[in-house]
């Protein structure tokens, strides 16, 4: 919540604050200036080194890296949702052994840096004979890793409809599997929309450990044109600008649907703050009033 | 099995380096992350929004790209540290961040009573902060937390693009002279295992001793 702690001001405390905000503002702009400035002396605010980066042909490869960069995490989550959807089902088998060796595939694969993965994947894959292009060792280690995250978001969403739902489904007849499958899932899956966005979003930023096996998405890329241009800390801070532009929009959509959903479909919406808010708490109140 | 235990020492080694840079990088994150949450909760708009700028930057920005940023772009203005002290900072910058979103969220647990409570009885601000809101925040939030150094355990990896040899530096190192990739894997794996699992036992252990029962 965005809400302030503390109580409704003063004529004093106003003053105070307003005086703390004259003072922050100017420390915040010095740090601006002394920051300009260091670029500025070391030559690195030159126009030229910035209007490279405005040129076709540095235009269109950057946002050729931007693209293998999406096709990589699309695909990882593609196999992610894949593994991810077995390995939860998987965890709540009946069958002893296979729930065991679910949660085992999870608990391993959770435990250690996806660096490791991507790195055995790319080097360590071909030496024992399994030769696949690039891309695919980067997208197998992705998958492999976020299917174990995956796997727990869809337990969780399982786990976390109502019991009367599968109950009623096999009281009308269904079998176990129909009713997983026709009532369980659907809801289910639908619930974890949200998170699936935001973990997409975490798969767009793992994508940069492509740059570790020289994959050639977005931060290779900008390191590439950056060196050959002359101006790697400009190529650098575009490509970081790239990301936190796509990544804050992908956020705001995975917010965006939560709330919907929330509203829509009911339960709590967590408040988290920025403008789609506003609307989450009124609805939720209503819902309410509704109930009563 | 054999190139593990030949090698042991050199993963000690790594197993060391991953343990200095998780310790200092999470002291260094915590202090930032509880900075940030209190200006973003605090009375004072410009210190807010600096804040606010600063978790939205850090956390829709991989890793990797501030790393690479910090190491290989920053020398041109003339910022150059070595490579363990920027992998500290860069990995402090980054987990301070989600800290402080997670702190913040512990605010959010906090009845409103308490706030008013300690302003009836004339704290300030930043006594009310951090003697009435905050210790009862931090215990709140010590799962997640928790997760949260977990995740610095792993993501301190990703030094590794700035050639600082932790454990993932000295796996693959390893693995490339020997060209044993299976077993080196496992071994590097299983310490990692090693880490996070008893750092997610000790913080339930902590969590649930320091739960606030109502």
Do not use: H
């Not at chain 1, 900008?222 to 650098?236: K, M, P, R």
């Not at chain 2, 500290?88 to 702190?103: H, N």
């Not at chain 2, 925040?137 to 995740?151: E, F, I, K, N, Q």
């Amino acid at each position: 919540m965005t809400a302030l702690i503390g109580d409704e001001l003063g004529p004093r405390g106003r003053r105070r604050v307003l005086v703390g905000s004259v003072v922050a503002s100017l420390g915040v702009a010095a740090l601006v200036v002394v920051a300009i400035q260091r670029f500025a002396d070391r030559g690195q605010l030159d126009a030229e080194k910035w209007s490279i980066l405005a040129e076709p042909a540095v235009v269109g490869f950057l946002l050729g890296g931007l693209a293998n960069t999406v096709k990589a995490a699309a695909a990882g989550m593609v196999g992610a949702v894949t593994i991810g959807a077995v390995m939860a089902l998987g965890r709540l088998s009946r069958n002893r052994p296979v729930r065991w060796l679910a949660a085992s595939y999870v608990e391993f694969f959770r435990g250690f840096p996806l660096l490791l993965l991507i790195l055995f994947s790319a080097f360590g894959l071909p030496r024992l004979g399994v030769r696949l292009p690039l891309f695919w060792y980067l997208v197998l280690g992705l998958a492999v890793y976020n299917s174990a995250v995956l796997a727990e978001i869809f337990r969780a969403g399982i786990l976390s409809l109502d019991r009367g739902q599968r109950e009623a489904a096999v009281a009308v007849g269904l079998t176990d599997g129909q009713a997983m499958r026709l009532v369980v899932l659907p809801q289910a899956l639908r619930d974890v929309i949200p998170a699936n966005v935001g973990l997409f979003i975490a798969l767009l930023k793992d994508t940069s450990l492509g740059f570790f096996v020289q994959y050639e998405e977005l931060l290779r890329r900008g390191q590439l044109t950056g060196n050959f241009d002359g101006n790697l800390l400009q190529a650098l801070i575009a490509v970081a600008v790239m990301y936190i532009a796509v990544n804050m929009a992908l956020s705001r959509v995975a917010r965006r649907l939560e709330v919907r959903q929330r509203r829509r479909y009911g339960g709590s919406i967590e408040v988290k703050g920025g403008p789609e808010d506003l609307v989450a708490p009124e609805t939720a109140a209503r819902k309410e009033n509704v109930g009563v | 099995m054999d190139i593990v235990l030949e090698n042991f020492d050199r993963f000690v080694q790594g197993l060391t380096t991953t343990l200095s840079l998780t310790a200092l990088s999470w002291v260094g994150a915590f202090v930032i992350g509880v900075a940030v949450a209190s200006l973003r909760v605090g009375p004072i708009p410009p210190l807010r929004g600096a804040g606010a700028v600063y978790v939205e930057v850090v956390r829709n920005c991989p890793l990797t790209v501030l790393f690479v940023v910090f190491y290989f772009g920053f020398p041109s203005i003339g910022i150059i540290l070595p490579k363990f002290a920027s992998a500290v900072i860069i990995l402090s910058v980054y987990t301070g961040a989600f800290v402080a979103e997670t702190v913040r969220a512990g605010f959010n647990t906090v009845a409103r009573g308490q706030v008013e409570a300690a302003r009836t009885l004339g704290l300030s601000f930043a006594q009310m902060l951090g003697m009435v809101v905050l210790p009862q925040a931090l215990r709140a939030v010590v799962g997640p937390l928790g997760s949260l150094l977990s995740a610095l355990i792993r993501n301190s990896s990703i030094a590794f693009s700035i050639s600082v040899i932790e454990l993932t530096g000295t796996t693959f190192q390893i693995a490339t002279e020997t060209a044993e990739f299976i077993p080196v894997f496992v071994a590097a794996a299983v310490a990692y295992l090693l880490l996070t699992l008893p750092t997610g036992l000790v913080v339930g252990v902590i969590e649930r001793r320091v739960a606030i029962k109502r």
